[in-house]
Every structure is written in structure tokens, then in C-alpha cells.
């Protein structure tokens, strides 16, 4: 049930027996079915979540209602940290309300952590204190080049990078969705993919 958490875990720091049991013993389980909200706008990210399995979108919305794809989660080998973590990491660290909609595409399973068993773990094990540094880091240098490759790429770039890492997204996620996450139309996403087809 937590082995992929373990696993995610251990490509920053290496657990032994006791620090693993230490941080199982925080983690619980929930699920989510499609459509089910997991969590509003406006509330206080009181809980890290990781993504076991399923699909979920991550929105902000704008003063006129327009909703705008800020992430998508889930888990697979071309999952980046910032798909398996599902979270408004600013709302989780500063603990006031959170920017971010966000809902689930599929059935869903999270492994989550409760915020002030996360302060725990960092304060209180020398590993703990890393991985926070780390995820932050990470974190930081994804959402940089995110950032400048909305700003320096052509439509088309980010379209075929998306494609590249995330192909079997293309058939699971709205096409509007993934228009806003690009940066595009959902006209100009419809015939991008009719360009790229083989």
C-alpha cells in the first residue's frame, strides 16, 4: 500500500528500518472517486498527498471564471515530483488559503500526511530535515523552467515536449484542459495533434 511512497522517498534520502516505520505510522490512505473534489480553492492545504494511483488536474480560476490547468497528477514512469505530489505547495508551507482547485479524473488513491506530522519528521530526523530541502528544490527548479519555457517556447514546442513525456495524456485528459495547461487554444491543440499524427 505505501511501497511507491517508500520508493518516491528513497530517490532523495535512503531509509533504514526505523526511520521508514517512523514515517509509515503518519501515512494514511484515502480514495477518490471521479468528479470528487480533493481539494477547494480557498481552503488551507492541511495535508501533503501523494499519488498512488489515478488521474487528477490541479485549476485556478480567474476573475472572470475562466478555470486555467495548472497541473496534472499521476503516477507512471514519466511522472515528475510535481505530478506525484499532489498539493498547492505554498498553501501547505505557509498554512493559509490555498489558490488551486483541485479534482479528481479517475478513481483515485492518495497516501497522505498530515501537515504538523510532516513538521515532526523534519524537525525531529536529520533525513527528514534533507528530504524537505530537497523537495523544495526540486520543486523551485521545475516550476523555473516551466516558467521560462512558457515564455521562449512556440506552442508547437510545448505541445511536442508534452507529447514526449506525457503521451498517453492526450486521450485521457479534456482537450480544453490541456489547451489552458499549454498555454493555447484548444482550436490551435486540435491541430497540432492533427499534425502530429503519423
Known amino acids: 500500500m505505501y511501497l511507491q511512497y517508500k520508493q518516491f522517498l528513497q530517490r532523495y534520502v535512503s531509509l533504514n528500518f526505523i526511520e521508514w516505520n517512523l514515517i509509515k505510522s503518519k501515512l494514511k490512505i484515502k480514495y477518490y472517486q471521479k468528479g470528487d473534489i480533493i481539494h477547494n480553492i480557498g481552503d488551507t492545504y492541511k495535508h501533503l498527498m501523494f499519488m498512488n494511483y489515478g488521474l487528477a488536474r490541479g485549476f485556478i480560476i480567474d476573475e472572470h471564471g475562466k478555470d486555467t490547468t495548472w497541473s496534472v497528477y499521476f503516477n507512471d514512469k514519466n511522472s515528475h515530483m510535481t505530478n506525484l505530489l499532489v498539493v498547492d505547495y505554498e498553501s501547505f ?56 519555457q512558457r515564455q521562449t517556447q512556440t506552442a508547437k514546442e510545448r505541445f511536442e515536449s508534452f507529447v514526449r513525456d506525457t503521451p498517453h495524456l492526450l486521450d485521457k485528459i479534456p482537450q480544453c484542459h490541456i489547451a489552458t495547461l499549454l498555454g493555447i487554444t484548444p482550436q490551435h491543440l486540435s491541430r497540432l495533434k492533427h499534425e502530429h499524427k503519423p
Open 93 to 148: 508551507l505557509t498554512q493559509k488559503g490555498s489558490k488551486l482547485e483541485i479534482v479528481a479524473l479517475e478513481d483515485s488513491q492518495i497516501v497522505m500526511t498530515d501537515y504538523k506530522d510532516i513538521e515532526f519528521i523534519y524537525n525531529h530526523t536529520k533525513k527528514g530535515d534533507r528530504l524537505g530541502r530537497l523537495l523544495a528544490q526540486e520543486a523551485y527548479m521545475y516550476l523555473h523552467n516551466f516558467i521560462i
